[in-house]
């Protein structure tokens, strides 16, 4: 927002004042942080360095400030006067000399002689009729700012209108999502600065501390104006050898997306002056779901390749006196594990060096709460998650002066990047929220924006899946997954995914790089497994894992180039399979050839699972040659351009994200994928824990949540676990019980016909942590409040017995009939208030009664209003 563009804000806002009624404003009643001041702080009624005001021994009220200080003042056309007494304050003794200055919409009104310590002071008197903006100004007289401490005493602006504005004297980038908003400034050298991030509002609040001096994406540097030896968020080795760089404003353009009103696209110009190097820092601001996806592109025109050694996707400087980090960790099986902890001066680094499995140990999503220890429902919480796939940094960096530096970004751990003349380097996005409410709601903003912007087909309901792989393994053989079919399509399921072990060569199963059905397992091909399915009135999947290749795979002997492999060492291989060399144009065609064929072999095939199961155990690639340090970034872009085109090519087909379990849970690729295999643990206590986590970040919708044997749990524990997520099932479905079948027809039934629609596209509501107590409880309701559905999970004996649970998000107007499912009888219901029409004001003021006590207790009750 430009000057003039606050000045009209201003002039539109409602009067407070009856028509013709004078008011006098002390001007010491303004915002005087954004009074500028040559030294210290400009002060109502006290002098610069916090005494009396004081000219020529006689005290006055009025603003104490230092040359050389500036005011600058909106007006609404309605102020009649600005009257003051101008002088030196008499606390610098005889040293100081300065000159006053008031200008009214650009013309200027007064100046003041010379004044010292102890002269008369000036007196102004100036009119302000019709006028927009007053300008007051304290300058050096020419002699340095030495005890320039300057007064204007006995200060006030007369008005008939709308009380006086302080203005900053800065232009001013509003980046505006709804309830979230960061405000840019450009100071007068062109310096932008990063002045506020937080709860939307006019200026009082955007200044309420004053000018800041973060910059916006940080340098090393030291000047009159920034001196700053924190984390740089870009660090250049410039042709000549320079390591330093300065970013000055250039210029900025913003306009609402055509296609889509909802978002606003902001783009900020910075340059080097000594330098022909542009960084532009570009922000999409998503209105209706509070979120702001911001990243970094760098071009330069020097006269030989530089080398942008850092190069973060944002650097967001929050300011508060209790910071509390929220991570999430966990390796294979454990994944999305919550830890909560306040953050010390110092920096902490949360970072993954694997290549390509992004999310084991640690996860590139965070949630920081500014005013203590991190609540559901209260409390200011900045959250976000870096939309990338590949090696990343989250750096936390508290400052003594109490300021903390979030800044994001691809890890910059060997991988300098040589940039020529005239190509871009774009970093990856980090999609952030903002939150006055506590996680819960910042959790619902990132949900809202991951189902419409940060997946594939975000509003459309994903069916459920029975997959072969607990039962079978790799064993895909059309004889013995055939007689699942029906038995699978009888229990409700919507969809059959035959997993890994279909593909290879004619003498040997299960090749990676070598995808066509094995002889093996599919003498005929597909086909017939097809062609069963479709009898059997089921959908048909298939499991692949295009960037791995086998030893026995041809592509190893007759393109060794192709493989992630070090010359001159023997190579580790996990899994017994190499990493295809994506940073190789090559090899995305051959994938994106490869995988094609498959559609175009079997047109029956509706849905993919696709899988990683290996890092960059051998970090070479033979096509970089010299520039190996681009493998980290050049693999991850050279990924993205595979899924795209495999997308292209079959834009109908539903595709699960997959990197052993969850190791690839991120929104860089997720928005090609309908959803992501959270976890190879199935075991549903574990299950409770990883969903819980996975909640702060993503919605119901993309998390696949499979019931299996694993753990021999109660199978109704197991399916009111998995109802949360996207319902699936592994199992061989000719060995299940009569009981176990029972259980499975009715919790499908229930979640098919009730309860899908609103825990997928719904709004969630964590209401009792598992980290916290005995149990776990969490809630959903759509989007028009007229349905939701509840999930209480015993995780430990509770010797107190039940619980009263108070919901969120209903309509307190609403009447709601309350039906506990995935029970054989109304008699066997843990919710006391079963079939009871209660309004939504109770159910949120005093809630229900669930007699859940026992380890392996569970309820998912279904509320619709009347």
């Given at each position: 927002m430009s000057k003039n563009g606050i000045v009209k804000m201003m002039l539109i806002i409602a009067l407070s004042l009856p028509a013709g009624a004078q008011e006098r404003v002390p001007l010491g009643k303004l915002n005087l942080r954004l009074m500028t001041t040559g030294y210290g702080n400009a002060r109502a009624n006290r002098s610069v360095d916090n005494h009396p005001l004081t000219l020529r021994g006689e005290v006055h009220e009025g603003v104490g400030t230092h040359a050389d200080s500036k005011l600058i003042v909106a007006l609404d056309g309605?102020?009649?006067?600005?009257?003051?007494l101008a002088g030196v304050d008499d606390e610098v003794g005889r040293a100081g000399s300065v000159v006053f200055r008031v200008t009214v919409d650009g013309?200027?009104?007064?100046?003041?002689?010379l004044m010292r310590p102890g002269d008369e002071p000036a007196r102004v008197d100036v009119s302000l009729e019709g006028a927009r903006r007053l300008v007051l100004e304290a300058l050096s007289g020419g002699d340095g700012i030495t005890s320039d401490h300057a007064d204007w005493a006995s200060a006030f602006i007369e008005t008939r209108g709308e009380r006086p504005t302080a203005l900053p004297d800065a232009e001013l980038i509003d980046v505006s999502a709804g309830d979230l908003l960061l405000t840019l400034a450009v100071?007068?050298?062109?310096?932008?600065?990063?002045?506020y991030i937080g709860r939307a509002g006019g200026l009082e609040r955007v200044f309420a501390r004053g000018e800041r001096r973060d910059q916006a994406y940080p340098t090393v540097r030291s000047d009159g104006r920034v001196v700053y030896w924190g984390e740089p968020a870009l660090h250049v080795l410039h042709a000549d050898g320079h390591l330093s760089t300065v970013l000055k404003y250039a210029g900025c353009e913003t306009g609402v997306q055509e296609d889509d009103p909802n978002v606003t696209l902001t783009r900020v110009m910075l340059k080097d002056p000594n330098y022909p190097l542009r960084v532009d820092l570009v922000f999409k601001a998503y209105r209706a779901q509070h979120v702001v996806e911001q990243w970094a592109e760098i071009f330069h025109e020097e006269p030989a390749p530089v080398v942008v050694k850092e190069f973060a996707s944002a650097a967001l400087t929050l300011r508060a006196r209790d910071y509390w980090l929220t991570q999430f960790t966990g390796d294979w099986a454990s994944e999305f594990g919550v830890d909560e902890y306040p953050l010390t001066v110092g920096s902490k680094v949360l970072e993954n060096k694997w290549g390509i499995t992004s999310a084991n140990g640690r996860q590139p999503h965070f949630m920081v709460s500014l005013d203590g220890a991190p609540s559901e429902t209260s409390g200011e919480v900045l959250a976000g998650s870096l939309a990338w796939s590949g090696n990343f940094r989250l750096q936390f960096e508290r400052a003594t002066s109490?300021?903390?530096?979030?800044?994001?970004?691809?890890?910059?751990?060997?991988?300098?990047?040589?940039?020529?003349?005239?190509?871009?380097?774009?970093?990856?996005?980090?999609?952030?929220?903002y939150s006055a409410n506590g996680k819960g709601e910042a959790s619902r903003n990132l949900h809202r924006w991951g189902r419409a912007y940060g997946t594939r087909d975000g509003d459309t309901l994903l069916r459920t899946v029975f997959n072969n792989w607990e039962a079978t393994g790799m064993n895909t053989a059309d004889a013995t997954i055939i007689p699942f079919l029906r038995p699978a399509h009888e229990l409700g399921f919507e969809l059959f995914l035959l997993d890994d072990g279909w593909f290879g060569l004619e003498n040997k199963a299960r090749v990676l790089g070598e995808w066509m059905p094995t002889p093996l397992m599919h003498p005929k091909g597909m086909t017939p497994i097809i062609r069963a399915a479709e009898r059997a009135g089921i959908d048909f999947g298939l499991w692949v894992e295009m960037e791995m290749a086998n030893p026995a795979a041809r592509l190893v002997t007759e393109h060794p180039d192709w493989l992630l492999t070090e010359p001159g060492r023997a190579p580790h291989l996990q899994r017994g399979q190499y990493v295809l060399d994506l940073c190789n144009p090559e090899v995305q065609a051959f994938c994106i050839a490869a995988f094609n064929k498959i559609l175009k072999d079997y047109p029956g095939i509706s849905f993919v699972k696709w899988d990683c199961n290996s890092p960059f155990h051998n970090p070479y690639s033979s096509y970089l040659g010299e520039r190996q340090q681009h493998l980290w970034y050049d693999y991850t872009r050279g990924l993205y351009r595979v899924f795209e085109a495999c997308v292209a090519a079959n834009p109908r087909l539903q595709m699960m994200l997959c990197s052993a379990g969850g190791a690839r849970c991120d929104y860089g690729a997720l928005r090609f994928f309908h959803e992501f295999w959270t976890s190879d643990n199935t075991t549903p206590?574990?299950?409770?824990?990883?969903?819980?986590?996975?909640?702060?970040?993503?919605?119901?919708?993309?998390?696949g949540a499979?019931?299996?044997?694993?753990?021999?749990q109660p199978f109704k524990f197991a399916f009111d676990v998995a109802?949360?997520?996207?319902?699936?099932?592994?199992a061989d479905p000719t060995r299940m019980t009569g009981e176990e079948k029972g259980i499975t027809v009715r919790a499908v039934e229930a979640y098919k016909s009730k309860l899908r629609p609103v825990v997928q596209l719904?709004?969630?509501?964590?209401l009792v942590s598992p980290y916290e107590s005995s149990r776990s409880v969490v809630s959903f309701v759509d989007g028009a409040r007229e349905r939701a559905v509840l999930f209480v999970y015993q995780v430990n004996d509770d010797a107190a017995g039940g619980l009263q649970v108070r919901l969120q998000g209903l309509d307190a107007g609403k009447t709601y009939v309350l039906e506990e499912v995935n029970i054989a009888s109304p008699g066997q219901a843990a919710c006391r208030e079963n079939g009871q029409r209660l309004s939504g004001k109770r159910l949120m003021e005093e809630g229900v009664r669930v007699d859940c006590e026992k380890r392996f207790d569970s309820a998912a009750i279904y509320l619709h209003a009347e």
């Open positions: 309605k102020a009649t006067r600005f009257t003051a013309e200027v009104a007064f100046t003041s002689p100071d007068g050298e062109k310096n932008l600065f990063q002045q109490g300021q903390l530096t979030v800044i994001a970004g691809m890890n910059p751990w060997s991988a300098d990047y040589t940039l020529p003349a005239g190509q871009c380097l774009a970093t990856p996005s980090l999609v952030y929220t206590l574990r299950r409770v824990f990883i969903q819980w986590g996975a909640s702060h970040v993503f919605p119901a919708r993309v998390q499979h019931v299996t044997h694993m753990g021999r109802m949360s997520g996207v319902l699936g099932m592994d719904g709004d969630l509501y964590r």
